[in-house]
């Protein structure tokens, strides 16, 4: 037995990364990030506003969250949209509370059926970002590339024309991209994505169309991973969150402006008896001088004249 | 090993009660040591018919993302806490970030750390390959670390804990005196292979980070409480024998910054103790082979 010759050569064997996307960058050698009125620490909510058709599709892959149950699978279908109708509205009501803007990455299918939502994200000053059509439009090696180009460009023309401003911002169904989702997205005239989980502050990610920016949207501390997947409490994930900041907030005094993500879903931290926790930990994190609480969209934008060219 | 046998033969059997004590440096009672595991893990690899190396098909953009955060962060934020706490570090190294990153392994070396082998990537495995492939990692990773840090490695961790039955044969061969792929026992021990003397080093599934977080789901600092008591455990067995406590981490793991503060206060706690030499695996290897001759039935061959 022995395997393939070409198994043991290594062609992508070199200085810097096996792929032309990004550079190497150590975070605590670049220059520092300094974000506005010298706050410290960013922390970027993110909301996934979702939606399931009952009718799951196995091509590409089934979205986390998806149907689980044989057809018609009302169990999931109606869990996930409490969240849409009642779990978000807590979300958003202790957002308001606190003067908290977050980014709403969104399905083009919330849009169409539930404008009145897009209405209130508007008015009460949130972003929203590009989150693929519905719950069945994820994105992988291998699918379709019309079907693929489609997905993209549907869900921003959808968004664009419910909200009045084109997305800037760009987040995949599970981050799930295929190898030329990058170009295909800055193609369409997006400045940033939330997909790759490498860094903890904005970077500039290459594609043939252009350079684009990667906002890390952290996907261990968000709500799914921590409660759904790994089975923890609200009040274990807030006080995870807490730490977090606490750390990046002494890092930030000497090394410049850090940044925490928190994703969350409504249909997971939006039940009556996690609510509590999170807002408790809104007024925690509030409650530190250093806290800034931006979306994605200004990040984004205040990191961009900040990064390296290189 | 004995191939196709039951028992493959790698150690004799000794029980726990009423064993010839081993005595470390200073009368210390347990030797703890870190093994940092820095990585390189391709976008694209190959195939190897016997593992995928990621779940999606390429680019899997939360498994790469995910694990290329520890070279461009999470090194560097384990490091200072390993190193302000007066840990070194014994490195499972895929010998390939010597190539691509050599700012982090220059960096470990720079702090005393200790490197062995964790083959050329985490994503190319040893299943399958002819003795000749596997000759040709075993002496490119001796190769590639000597030649970017001056230091011999002396260890072997298989890459993504993937073996062949002439692995361990073919490390003692080349002049390695131990393996980190055995977790039968909480000291050191012989290991039966053809040639040379090779013993093994306890590293840990159990209290791994990677065991912790993604196989028993622990918050963070359910995983510190969970490092804390294996070494109290282990501290007070030390009293009648010297005991080994590793705690192998990915930094990609433990150096997020959700976790880091937890485990900081593992090292604080371990450090003040008293009872722990706080040391490298190569260290314990050769304090084991310099003062335990081989016993006598072990290895039962």
Known sequence: MSLDPAYLEYPK?????????????????????????????????????????????DKPFRAPGHMQTAYPDFRHYTSREYGTRVGLYRLLDAFKARGIPVSVATNAAIATRYPEIIADLVAEGHESVAHGTDMNGTIASGMDDAKHAAVIADSLTTLEQATGARPKGWLSIARSQAMDTPEILAANGVEYMLDWVNDELPYRFDTANGPLINVPLNHEISDRQVITVQQQSMDSYAQQLEDACDWLLTEAA???????????????????????ALESLLDRLAARDGVWFATTGQIAQSAAPQLSKA | MQEGAGDPGLY????????????????????VWI????????????????RKAWAKPHPDVVGYSH???????????????????????SVSLSVALCDHI????EDANARGWEFFSHGIYNTRYTYGMDEAQERAIIEDSIRTVRDLTGQTIKGWLAPALTHTPRTLDLIAEYGLTYTCDLYHDDQPGEVAVKSGRLISIPYSLEV????????YNMSPREYADTLIRQFERLAAEGEQGGTVMCIPLHSYLIGQPHRIGAFEEVLRHIAADGRAWITRSGDIAEHYLATKQVVQGEPAL
Do not use: C
Not at chain 1, 16 to 31: I, K, V
Not at chain 2, 208 to 215: P, W
């Open chain 1, 13 to 57: 064997r070199r200085r810097g990364m096996d792929h032309d996307r990004y550079a190497y960058s150590n975070l605590f050698e670049r220059a520092p990030i300094a974000w506005p009125a010298g706050k410290q620490v960013a922390v970027a909510i993110v909301v996934s506003l979702e939606w399931f058709p009952i009718l799951p599709e």
């Open chain 2, 208 to 215: 791994n980070d990677h065991y912790g977080f993604f196989v």
């Open chain 2, 35 to 50: 093994s940092p595991n820095l990585e390189f893990y391709e976008l694209d690899p190959p195939v190897n018919p016997n």
């Open chain 2, 12 to 31: 004799g059997f000794r029980r726990w009660r009423d064993r010839a004590p081993i005595r470390w440096p200073g009368d210390k009672q347990v030797a």
């Open chain 1, 254 to 276: 000497q090394f410049g402006g850090r940044m925490l993500p928190i994703h969350l879903t409504p249909y997971i931290s939006g039940l009556p008896y996690r609510i509590d």
């Open chain 2, 67 to 89: 694990r290329d955060h520890a070279n461009r962060v999470g090194h560097w934020r384990m490091a200072e806490v390993m190193t302000k706490h007066g840990f070194p570090g």
């Open chain 2, 102 to 105: 050599p700012e982090v392994v």
